[in-house]
């Protein structure tokens, strides 16, 4: 394959968003009282939060969907948060909805009992352990994805490849939000899937295997481009604000990818930011829209010719 | 590492159920009112599930756990087993019970959907997606884990290999009730995990990999002793009925791994018979018990210094 290809998220999102604005006008147009509604919970409120939460309820609004953003107070309680969350449950004008993690919080709040009371069919990150167990069987009919996974398998199937049967694919990470549901994604594809994360010893050694090599280590620039396999598919997860005397805020975004090394031994390679990120955006879009279809279907307005 | 060490599977599981017994007599004296109770549940009449049911009966009884054996025909239906399973989770002298797979069943019967309709704090099998949900992502507390991959840990452990980070484990198989939960305590353990399955290309190359192989892919003596890094640890899942004509049966029973051509290169390896599959009856009336106490507890004539 021709080397150090850039897998451009920013435009292949621009492209779904527009996609869904489509489906939506058209649902909309047939059934006059379609109206998919979106939530974001937020605890706190740390800047990183504001921006991603910000993003989320602009293109929401672009493509059609109603978004609402609960913000509680760094003070709130677990009892305070849980209420929110199944207030939400309840609400029918909320086809789906998101807690923002992690959470800034002042209280002792067990992120995972909340996300677990969410409801699995208004579950749009697919934390609650129920869609969890889903994924994680291989069962993806009538599950949420989580949508950070979700995005980076879209991305790998862009590049062309759509059948993984005989493919390495080397995760670096393991967390329930990015690393263990693409690990979940990529056995179900069918690839011969590697598991590594900080406990891991020599990794580069791993990673030489991977065709496909999805990388979410919160590890600024880790992964370089003498460890790659050459032809590698190269996802890049990682966000990290590193200092940097040149830019005018002193900072500047990276991924856990050493982009300017590895691009030229990977076949396709994700940039940071404009890969994963704007991914992670419309594949949360996706599972709303699809959250709303399936209520509609429900209720039975909806014919099987729909799909 | 020595070579060639049997990693006696019969003779560990019976080391655990007489120390289950002991507790087990200890509980019913301190709490008269405490009785274990386990239930097995079979749709149909399968040879092979009657052999495992007679065994997980009689060695319950054995412990000291009360076990029902509740039959249905092959001509039940979905919603019959489905409200056998709800008895069962409303029936307060069964603290937890398992559906035996794979069903023998003229009707259309969905496996999934049944097991998840267990009450996951009764689901021995760890079946529920909620409970698999709490596994995969690394929730280990108050979790039910499936007899054959727990039992398998316990064994790994019994070898002197407590600590896995570092060391490369690899899973032959993903099914539901074996390869994939194996897989999720591996990482959990901080092995670094490599998942095969019959997809995987150029798997001997993979297996070479292994400080620490589990197979579960259900094919006679497929693993052979070149494949083995040398000094491995080999766990045999399968349980495989092949023909023999020296044998009076005119069958015998063998794993996945050819035993023969590996047991030089392992430093220990599982046979077969007498290796996992004791341990997995182990580890039911292990979980059996957890149940009980875990009710007991609820009950709350338990004190917090018991455990
Ligand atoms: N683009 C997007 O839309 C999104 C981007 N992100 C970004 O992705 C990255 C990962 O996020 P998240 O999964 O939440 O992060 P976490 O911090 O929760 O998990 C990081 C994982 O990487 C492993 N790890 C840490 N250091 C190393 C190392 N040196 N070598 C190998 N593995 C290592 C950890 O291992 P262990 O388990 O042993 O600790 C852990 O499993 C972050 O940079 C985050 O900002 C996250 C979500 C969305
Ligand atoms: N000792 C005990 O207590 C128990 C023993 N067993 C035994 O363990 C074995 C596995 O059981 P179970 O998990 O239920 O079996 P399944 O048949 O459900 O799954 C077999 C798995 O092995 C994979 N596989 C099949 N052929 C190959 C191959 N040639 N190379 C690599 N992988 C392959 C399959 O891949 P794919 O997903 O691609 O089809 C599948 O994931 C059986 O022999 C069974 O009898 C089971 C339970 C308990």
């Not at 990794?203 to 032809?231: F, H, N, S, T, Y």
Request: one cysteine or more.
């Amino acid at each position: 394959a021709e080397r150090g290809q850039i897998l451009d998220g920013a435009s292949i999102a621009k492209s779904i968003r527009s996609k869904l604005k489509e489906e939506i006008v058209e649902l909309k147009t047939k059934f006059p009282t379609f109206s998919p509604g979106l939530a974001v919970v937020q605890v706190g409120n740390r800047e990183d939060s504001n921006i991603y939460i910000r993003n989320k309820l602009k293109f929401s609004k672009e493509v059609g969907i109603e978004a609402k953003h609960v913000k509680l107070s760094t003070t709130a309680t677990q009892a305070e948060l849980v209420s929110a969350l199944e207030r939400l449950n309840g609400d029918p004008s909320v086809d789906g909805f998101i807690l923002q993690l992690p959470l800034d919080s002042s209280e002792p709040i067990d992120a995972d009992f909340c996300t677990s009371r969410i409801d699995p069919a208004k579950d749009i990150d697919g934390l609650n352990f129920w869609n969890a167990g889903k994924l994680s069987r291989g069962h993806l009919k009538d599950v949420l994805i989580p949508c950070t996974p979700k995005g980076c398998i879209e991305l790998i199937n862009r590049t062309g490849c759509t059948n993984m049967e005989g493919k390495v694919a080397v995760v670096i990470g393991r967390s329930k939000i990015v690393g263990s549901p693409m690990k979940d994604l990529l056995i179900n594809c069918n690839a011969t899937v590697i598991v590594c994360h900080s406990k891991t010893e020599n990794l580069p050694e791993k990673v030489k295997m991977a065709d496909i090599l999805v990388v979410a280590a919160r590890q600024p620039l880790m992964v370089k481009g003498d460890w790659l396999k050459p032809g590698a598919i190269v996802i890049d997860v990682g966000m990290n604000s590193i200092p940097d005397a040149t830019k005018a805020k002193g900072r500047r975004l990276v991924g856990d990818v050493d982009f300017e090394s590895c691009k030229p031994i990977a076949s396709w390679i994700t940039p940071v930011p404009g890969g994963v990120g704007p991914m992670t955006i419309a594949m949360l879009l996706q599972n709303a829209l699809e959250c709303a279809k399936h209520r509609l279907k429900k209720q039975s307005q909806f014919t099987w010719s729909m799909r």
